[in-house]
């Protein structure tokens, strides 16, 4: 510590300067003021700011009926849909890019984006298998039926 009168260096615990006799006026008091405040601000802002700031941002929408879409692009492939889910996960991933346009970044545009992705792969992969199954059965049937 640095006595402020005289500039001497005295012990951190002295109440007054060996030096000049001075009284001694800790520094490290409006710190400690400053550091709650700091602390303070930001965190009472983002309180006050993150919960409007979600559903505010834009995009946010676009971002949410996207993952929503592309969940349900998984879902309709489990209920013999598809063609449903080739539509959906593909408006999912415009809504997505959408929402990106719009400037959201969000852990939603990332589920959006992935589950329109494997939504629409799924479907895709689903009616090759199908129309393989059909087409093998237009060859093998006739086969087995001699
Ligand atoms: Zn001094």
Same mark, same amino acid.
């Given at each position: ?32 003021d400053r550091e ?12 006050g700011q993150a919960?409007?700031?979600e559903s505010d941002?834009? #995009?946010?929408?676009?971002?949410? +009926? ?5 969940? &349900?692009? /998984?879902? @309709? !492939?489990? $209920? *013999? ?30 589920? #959006?984006?992935?589950?329109?992705? +494997? ?5 895709? &992969?689903? /009616?090759? @298998? !199908?129309? $393989? *199954? ?13």
């Open positions: 510590m640095i006595c402020e009168y005289c500039g001497s260096v005295i012990g951190e615990n002295d109440k007054f300067c060996s030096h000049c006799g001075a009284g001694v006026v800790k520094k490290p008091e409006p710190k400690f709650p405040e700091y602390t303070r601000e930001p965190v009472y802002e983002s309180f919960p409007e700031k941002r834009p #995009g946010y929408t676009k971002a949410l +009926v996207s993952m929503i879409v592309g969940i &349900l692009s /998984i879902v @309709l !492939i489990f $209920v *013999l849909t598809p063609i449903a889910g080739v539509i959906l996960g593909v408006v999912g991933l415009v809504l997505n890019n959408m929402a990106r346009g719009d400037g959201y970044t969000g852990s939603i545009l990332k589920a #959006g984006k992935i589950c329109s992705i +494997v939504g629409l792969v799924l479907s895709v &992969l689903f /009616i090759i @298998l !199908i129309a $393989v *199954l059909i087409g093998a059965s237009f060859i093998l049937i006739p086969e087995l039926l001699g």
